[in-house]
């Protein structure tokens, strides 16, 4: 599947196409499960089940990516894993298959479903049992209520001789109060009996509840409210997501910073999705030097100059930074250290070669050398008045270098960058 | 789940009504037109493939709730199907 053709298209639009079409998945899935019970959405626990399947397919999408089964990039990819992720889990889609015992997180899921009905079906019944239990309280403390629901009862019976037979065979125990709760009993069950789905209805008809309890417990009240205020919380969610996508623009910048570093230093990325995040860096980069050229006079406000250096930091640090990985690739180490000569600039000195010195320390043979030809690249452009010393520029970097050889060799670059600094291009 | 397992008249029509939707004990009896004991019985013998909260007594069956689990649909419906 990593190899599939399908139009490579940056990666959040990927996620989101699998989020949109996994929410439509996960809302037909939990109805189709959950057919059995009325009212299923009125319960909090439906809603955890819906948010686990809407959120699976994302997380199986970025988990196929990382085990470089398909590309989280390709277009085809989302439509697939948003639409069949049950069936990749199942294993019987030929190309996408799930490593180890990862299929086997299906079963715990299944189990969790069948909790959800089971505690729904508990639910149903202590609602059921409230419902009855409040209004009979009510009917039992007032003769009127009393004597309306027994014209209620005798008209809707469906056998109304066996109820006033069984009615007049109650025996009176002495305590009025149990005889009123026997004969309650009583109505009650024949009324239950004879309109098992209505009754709740009719008991408000004839004004022995009020609406709202009728409505609250037995007529879908419920579940309209916990509907309304889930749909309520998510449409708040994606007007806060808006509002960060499209008014706050510091916040907007730093995520897509954060986020074509990551496509960008990420080992399985495609050479579209790479070339994508190195344009988008190129770009911040030049915009950060020219930024800093012209407003020196505005970055002079202590506030700003902190906001920007900030900025430049978050920009520049975690890419160079990389160059320590010991286990850092050639093409990511290649890549990074090409945006950083590409996108040179006396302003961004101070940011990119302390740290491309300290990189020389822990990074591989190859690396190394990488590292020692963009310094020397930067040198000549930015400052060329200040040659690097031959201990750094005619150093050929060997496998087993000790680490005094290489502390040698930083302390080298170190000192001759506080004399450069002092000499940039203006 | 004994696919073999043949299924009396009254536990058919109690699977039929809880294939439809989850109910109380008194829909079911309105549902499957059972008296009270032939539905507590019926209820006794289809323990496991369904789902009963309350009391499996006499006096007190129409205020149980009884539900079809999901992981049992399946099941129900080839049992259905052969009726």
């Known amino acids: 599947m990593a190899g599939f053709a399908s139009p490579d298209i940056p990666a959040y639009v990927c996620y989101a196409i699998v989020l949109v079409f996994g929410v439509v998945v996960a809302w037909s899935t939990v109805n189709r499960t959950l057919q059995g019970y009325p009212d299923h959405w009125a319960f909090a626990s439906t809603w955890g089940l819906f948010s686990a399947y809407a959120a699976l397919p994302v997380v199986l999408f970025w988990f196929l990516d990382y085990?470089?089964?398909?590309?989280?990039?390709?277009?085809?990819?989302?439509?697939?894993?948003?639409?069949?992720y049950r069936q990749i889990f199942a294993g019987s889609i030929q190309g996408v298959t799930l490593p180890g015992q990862a299929s086997a997180f299906w079963k715990p899921f299944e189990a969790?479903?069948?909790?959800?009905?089971?505690?729904?079906?508990?639910?149903?019944?202590?609602?059921?049992?409230?419902?009855d239990e409040k209004v009979r309280s009510l009917i039992v403390a007032d003769p009127t209520r009393m004597a309306s629901l027994e014209t209620l009862v005798l008209s809707n019976s469906r056998d109304v001789q066996a109820l006033q037979t069984s009615l007049q065979q109650l025996s009176a125990t002495g305590n009025a109060e149990a005889d009123k709760r026997r004969k309650l009993d009583a109505l009650w069950r024949d009324l239950r009996m004879s309109q098992p789905r209505d009754y709740g209805w009719l008991l408000y008809k004839r004004g022995i509840v009020r609406f709202w309890r009728y409505w609250m417990w037995l007529g879908n009240g419920r579940a309209r409210i916990i509907s309304g205020v889930s749909v309520g919380a998510s449409m708040?969610?994606?007007?806060?997501?808006?509002?960060?996508?499209?008014?706050?623009?510091?916040?907007?910048?730093?995520?897509?910073i954060r986020y074509h570093q990551w496509r960008f230093l990420k080992p399985n990325a495609t050479e579209r999705d790479q070339w994508r995040s190195m344009e988008f860096l190129a770009k911040q980069f030049q915009i950060a030097a020219s930024e800093t050229d012209s407003g020196m006079e505005r970055l002079r406000d202590p506030e700003q100059g902190r906001h920007h250096e900030q900025h430049v930091k978050l920009l520049v640090s975690p890419l160079v930074r990389e160059l320590r990985f010991p286990s850092v690739g050639d093409r990511q180490a290649q890549s990074i250290l090409a945006l950083v000569v590409n996108c040179h600039a006396p302003s961004l000195g101070v940011y990119v070669v302390p740290d491309l010195i300290e990189s020389l320390r822990t990074a591989p043979q190859g690396v190394r050398l990488?590292?020692?030809?963009?310094?020397?690249?930067?040198?000549?452009?930015?400052?060329?008045?200040?040659?690097?010393?031959?201990?750094?520029?005619?150093?050929?970097?060997k496998k087993d270098e000790s680490p005094g050889d290489l502390d040698e060799r930083v302390r080298a670059g170190l000192v001759w960058w506080r004399e450069a600094e002092q000499t940039k291009l203006p | 789940m004994d696919p073999m397992k043949k299924f009396d008249p009254n536990e058919l029509k109690v699977l039929q009504a809880v294939r439809r939707s989850a109910m109380d004990g008194y829909s079911l009896l309105s549902t499957t037109g059972l008296g009270p004991q032939d539905l507590v019985d019926a209820l006794l013998k289809l323990e496991g493939l369904i789902n009963v909260k309350g009391e499996l007594v006499e006096a007190r069956i129409g205020e149980a709730y009884v539900a079809l689990p999901p992981s049992n649909r399946g099941f129900v419906d080839m049992v259905l199907a052969k009726v």
């Open chain 1, 67 to 84: 085990v470089e089964a398909l590309h989280d990039t390709s277009i085809l990819a989302a439509l697939l894993v948003s639409l069949g």
């Open chain 1, 112 to 131: 969790w479903v069948s909790a959800v009905a089971d505690r729904i079906g508990t639910k149903q019944k202590l609602y059921l049992d409230r419902f």
């Open chain 1, 236 to 256: 708040v969610a994606l007007g806060v997501l808006s509002w960060w996508m499209f008014m706050g623009v510091a916040f907007r910048e730093a995520g897509l």
């Open chain 1, 370 to 397: 990488q590292i020692r030809n963009a310094l020397l690249a930067i040198q000549r452009a930015d400052y060329p008045k200040t040659k690097l010393p031959d201990t750094l520029a005619k150093w050929e970097p």
